[in-house]
């Protein structure tokens, strides 16, 4: 059974940080293409984070870019996305993606709850 399980959303403040996992299982993990999205009511999930299999290759949204980093550990199973100089733009439901375009496979998490407010 295919699982993504995200954690580590909340509220935290302008200025601050939080780090976002997201725990896999059921399919092979490190040959998929793995991605942060995030979403508000009213508008598209939009990607704003992606790392490939290969050599670990990053791209991320000029939204996020210089402040958020994604990562991953493949022995773990785990996605990361630590998300620094937060700002009031950034709420948002994130959720994970894992993605295999050769066999068209794409598994979504749940998603996690990032409020930034003073």
């Known amino acids: 059974q295919v699982q993504l399980v995200e954690s580590g959303g909340g509220l935290v403040q302008p200025g601050g940080s939080l780090r976002l996992s997201c725990a896999a299982s059921?399919?092979?993990?490190?040959?998929?293409?793995l991605s942060w999205y995030r979403q508000v009511p009213g508008k598209e999930r939009e990607m704003i984070a992606n790392?490939?299999?290969?050599?670990?290759?990053?791209w991320y949204a000029d939204a996020v870019k210089g402040r958020f980093t994604i990562s991953r550990d493949n022995a773990k199973k785990t996605l990361y996305l630590q998300m620094n100089n937060l700002m009031p733009d950034d709420t948002a439901m994130y959720y994970c993606?894992?993605?295999?375009?050769?066999?068209?496979?794409?598994?979504w998490g749940q998603g996690t709850q990032v409020t930034v407010s003073s």
């Open positions: 059921g399919f092979p993990f490190d040959i998929y293409a």
């Open positions: 993606n894992a993605r295999r375009r050769a066999i068209g496979t794409n598994y």
């Open positions: 790392i490939i299999s290969k050599d670990d290759l990053t």
